[in-house]
């Protein structure tokens, strides 16, 4: 019965570099809890082929974890399409995430989320704005059965380039990061994608990945 399902944590994998990290790191570290690993598709229309990449890099994470022995977790996918709502996303990704683990840590009776903010996000500018947003989101999707929660920030007083050193690079190289991936080919069926090299993510990453 999946309502026998017990999780000690959630712990959403978008299939970038800092969620996989958060991921990576709470599951050696608590090899006698379980994590319920959510991969949430965005269909935003902001690209239309990152979310393909992302969700390609989940699985490729998630079969780098069973093959490194890591087995304390469950992997569950889910999706949420508001293209259709306008061109430019009306919502942050964390409002949609936060809406959609909300609904899974209330289905499952999870009252701990691990969020993947490192410190670059912090000092982003109404990044905090942002994220009480958000938490208001989710605190409103979980009342009234879940009230009180832990959300923890295991990479907030990590940079980027620290999140990504911590890693191991062939796990990093699974990882997807560009926001406008481009068309390598076109003409076939197995059309690969690559990073535009151009969007902020790319700049910000790339030159501590090559
Ligand atoms: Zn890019």
């Not at 209330?106 to 000092?123: C, E, H, L, M, V």
């Not at 062939?170 to 003409?187: A, D, E, H, I, K």
């Amino acid at each position: 019965m999946s309502g026998q399902e017990i999780y000690d944590v959630i712990i959403p994998l978008s299939g970038g570099i800092d969620s996989c990290a958060a991921a990576y790191h709470w599951l050696r570290d608590n090899p006698n809890k379980k994590a319920l690993l959510l991969h949430i598709q965005l269909v935003n229309g902001e690209s239309k082929y990152r979310q393909l990449m992302e969700h390609k890099a989940s699985h490729d994470i998630i079969a780098y974890f069973k093959q490194d022995g890591l087995n304390n977790f469950t992997f569950k996918q889910s999706q949420l399409d508001y293209v259709s709502a306008g061109q430019i996303p009306p919502i942050w990704d964390i409002e949609a995430v936060n809406f959609l683990v909300g609904t899974y840590m209330r289905g499952f009776k999870i009252n701990s989320y691990i969020k993947a903010t490192n410190k670059d996000d912090f000092d982003q500018i109404n990044f905090e704005d942002r994220l009480k947003n958000s938490m208001t989101i989710l605190r409103n999707v979980l009342y009234p059965d879940l009230e009180d929660i832990k959300v923890l920030y295991p990479n907030k007083s990590l940079s980027k380039k620290q999140v990504i050193d911590g890693l191991p690079k062939p796990l990093l190289n699974l990882c997807w990061y560009c926001r406008t991936p481009v068309s390598n080919t076109g003409n076939n069926h197995n059309t690969a994608y690559l990073p535009c090299c151009k969007c902020e993510a790319c700049l910000q990453i790339s030159p501590h990945i090559l």
